[in-house]
């Protein structure tokens, strides 16, 4: 993947390198894909190009049908765009390639007294010992947005900028695992059992990350 948007990136450099301005843009945001910066250059008229990159990290809780989970969401993102301005002004349609590096780890809470109960089947914290995971996606995604203001601006300066748009980055995988399981090995090819269907459940209950909403606002500097 990381090929990839090297390949994209000096794709754009090179579209960039032509262009009949030499001005350039760098702005900052925050959003629904955490703090982030990024470097704009002209391609042509009412077409620039915006290389970036994003992070933020988010603990919450959550639970299966079954199992009572601490997540923490890990927002990683490198971002190659084209911005196009359609009317000439400030709007404008953008579409471009993300290495996401978004992911969910998953760490089992036990319940109150010290087990765990995975697909019908009961386990306590000494014989499961500690389960925790994973929740990934695809790692190269496409995005489509639209947005309102111009990194390079006619003037040099400071300006607004804003992002409204969606990463398509797929349907979870999950990848729950035992550390330390102490019972028999029957009983340890059960639990590795369970944990397989617990991996589908975490798979639905995240299922509604695979279109990631983008929403950022920021400002940026003209040169």
């Known amino acids: 993947m ?19 301005t030499s001005n350039i843009g760098v702005s900052g945001e925050v959003g629904t894909l955490g703090a ?90 000494a014989e499961a010992g500690t389960i925790d995971g994973t929740i990934e996606f695809h790692s190269a995604v496409p995005y489509l947005g639209v947005g309102w203001g111009n990194n390079i601006a006619r003037e040099k300066g400071w ?9 398509f980055q797929g349907s979870p995988t999950s990848n729950l695992t035992s550390s330390g399981c102490t019972a028999s090995a029957q009983l340890c090819a059960q639990l590795y059992n369970d944990l397989n269907v617990e991996n589908v459940n975490l798979e639905n209950k995240t299922n509604n990350l695979k279109y990631y909403p983008v929403v950022r606002i920021g400002v940026s500097y003209s040169f």
């Open 159 to 167: 300006g607004f900028t804003s992002d409204l748009g969606v990463i």
């Open 36 to 125: 982030g910066i990024h470097l704009t250059l002209p391609v042509q008229n009412s077409l620039n190009a915006r290389i970036g990159l994003s992070g933020y990290n988010y603990d919450y809780s959550g639970n299966t049908s079954d199992v009572n989970y601490d997540f923490k969401l890990k927002l990683q993102t490198i971002d190659a765009l084209l911005d196009w301005y359609p009317m000439s002004g400030a709007f404008h349609l953008s579409a471009g390639i993300f290495h996401n590096g978004n992911k969910v780890t998953s760490t089992a809470k036990p319940s109150g007294n010290d087990t765990y109960t995975i697909n019908g089947n009961t386990y306590t914290t």
């Open 2 to 20: 990381k090929n990839q948007l090297l390949a994209v990136t000096m794709a754009v450099l090179a579209s960039c390198a032509t262009a009949q």
